[in-house]
């Protein structure tokens, strides 16, 4: 059944998890073939940094809170056919987000010290909050 | 209000405009094919994801479906990094952009947030998947950033909405 906008905005705001205290997370999303990492709870506009990553700013700070992989299935596939060891990352189907930035970061190959930088901030934020995510990988 | 067309694009491929998927939300977004409504999905998991973040729970809630059925623009085609990457879930993968009137920091309502655009993207199975806030081009005001270099085609727009 199709939702009114009543009833989805009641449905999602009746759920009690805004008051339950945020953590970092990541989550592999099959249907955007994306992962979506979340570092800290503040509101965020987006940046485009290339075509496979998006980062996210505070709207307090302006400082760096989380980030989105894209086409994260293609990019593994490319890794893993250059570097089959890459496959021992993946424990119980899932992997260290900071592997998956850094992964990314070689398969792009950029040439600008910006892009460079901002894969490398993400990369040592996933590091320092420790987040892990399934690996869309067949090991 | 404009629909756009080209040879290369085949508006039919979306299917019918009823949507529905176990795990999954339905609800109404602006249909560029006709000017009516069609469905769009959204993952349950996505509330989740909201956790201790009021004003992501809002923005889903109230900001989301408001682009959704009050576009400005919507684009198509994600243009791919990678050519093994050139699949119809890109060619027929579609971006709404909005500009709500509306924002949310933390649990507090405010004004729209000046320079940006809301975008929410959408795969071909008609799945919105992620959303958010973006600066928009600042030569082309109306437009988000890299708009020719993220899309393929503008297929609608909307000049009555400011």
Wanted: charged share 25%; glycine share 6%.
């Amino acid at each position: 059944m199709t939702l009114s906008n009543e009833q989805f905005e009641q449905l999602v705001l009746s759920q009690s998890i805004v008051n339950q205290p945020f953590t970092p997370f990541a989550r592999y999303d099959s249907d955007g073939d994306s992962i979506e990492f979340i570092a800290k709870p503040d509101a965020y506009y987006g940046r485009r940094v290339d075509g496979l990553l998006t980062v996210y700013y505070s709207l307090n700070d302006d400082e760096i809170v989380g980030g989105l992989i894209k086409g994260v299935s293609i990019v593994l596939k490319k890794i893993s056919q250059n570097f089959p060891g890459f496959k021992v990352s993946v424990v119980d189907g899932k992997i260290k987000l900071e592997y998956l930035f850094l992964s990314n970061l070689w398969a792009s190959n950029p040439d600008q010290p910006i892009i460079i930088r901002e894969y490398k901030r993400l990369a040592d934020m996933a590091e320092e909050t420790q987040v892990e995510t399934e690996c869309p990988l067949a090991v | 209000m404009e629909i756009y067309k080209s040879d290369e694009f085949d508006p039919g491929f979306y299917g019918p405009k009823k949507k529905t998927r176990r795990g999954y939300f339905s609800i109404h977004a602006f249909d560029f094919r006709d000017g009516g409504m069609w469905d769009i999905l959204i993952n349950e998991l996505c509330v989740t994801d909201c956790r201790g973040r009021p004003d992501a729970l809002n923005t889903l809630a109230k900001i989301v479906p408001l682009v959704l059925q009050n576009p400005k623009a919507i684009y198509a085609g994600i243009r791919p990094e990678y050519e093994q990457d050139s699949s119809k879930d890109l060619s027929y993968g579609l971006c709404y952009q909005g500009f709500p009137k509306r924002s949310f920091r933390g649990p507090d309502e405010l004004p729209a947030l000046p320079g940006k655009c809301f975008l929410v993207f959408i795969n071909a199975e008609r799945v919105a998947y992620t959303w958010r806030w973006e600066s928009v081009d600042p030569l082309r005001p109306l437009m988000p950033e890299y708009c020719q270099q993220r899309f393929e085609r503008k297929v609608f727009s909307n000049d009555t909405i400011e």
